[in-house]
């Protein structure tokens, strides 16, 4: 299946750029992290959320193909 991943803030400038389609045969998110460590190694250095559709999910949530965002941290205030 084709994921479509969003990247934001500093996962942004880490990616060096802001979405991307992945072909993956996976069935877990942090099988796909797996994948984007492996290709950002910087990632594994930073903090983010997974939404998936929108949605705050785990690392061990189920991919469904769905659009994924990792989001860096919120600066509150």
């Not at 479509?4 to 992945?22: C, N, P, R």
């Not at 061990?60 to 941290?73: D, H, Q, V, W």
């Amino acid at each position: 299946m084709y994921i479509t991943v969003k990247y934001f803030g500093q996962i942004a400038e880490i990616t060096q750029q802001d979405e991307e389609s992945l072909e993956f045969s996976g069935h877990l998110i942090s099988e796909l992290l797996e994948l984007l460590y492996s290709k950002y190694s910087s990632l594994k250095t930073k903090d983010f959320q997974i939404a998936q559709n929108q949605e705050l999910v785990t690392i061990e949530t189920e991919l469904t193909g769905a659009e994924l965002a990792l989001l860096p941290p919120f600066a509150g205030g």
